[in-house]
């Protein structure tokens, strides 16, 4: 299967897999990968969230989703334990885990501490 090109500038949130995350994190400075499963409640509530903070930060913070369900292999190797887990990523290196659904303003403020 081809890999689908990476967009340069996305102001919607990607859609990920154990075949193209590590391709992600390398190719963004920094980006915030929301792990989360259709079961999952928290992770539906935090569904609008993220694609709200996708458009408002185009150009500084990508933000993506990865279905832990379908990609077993990124949520083994990045340790994840509960849902939702957002991973955030600087410059290819993981600075940390959002664990648990918050209101936008929070999950901002969070996601930027970690950005530095």
């Not at 915030?32 to 993220?50: H, N, Q, R, S």
């Amino acid at each position: 299967m081809a890999q689908e090109k990476l967009p340069d500038n996305p102001g919607t949130v990607l859609t990920l897999t154990d075949q193209d995350v590590d391709q992600a994190i390398a190719t963004y400075p920094f980006i915030v990968v929301d792990c989360w499963a259709e079961w999952c409640g928290p992770c539906k509530m935090l569904t609008p969230i993220v694609e709200s903070l996708a458009q408002k930060n185009q150009g500084e913070i990508v933000f993506a989703k990865l279905d832990v369900d379908k990609n077993p292999e990124t949520a083994r190797k990045f340790g994840i334990r509960s849902i939702p887990n957002l991973l955030v990523f600087k410059n290819g290196q993981k600075v940390g885990d959002i664990v648990g659904a918050m209101p936008e303003a929070k999950l901002l403020e969070r996601i930027r501490a970690l950005k530095g």
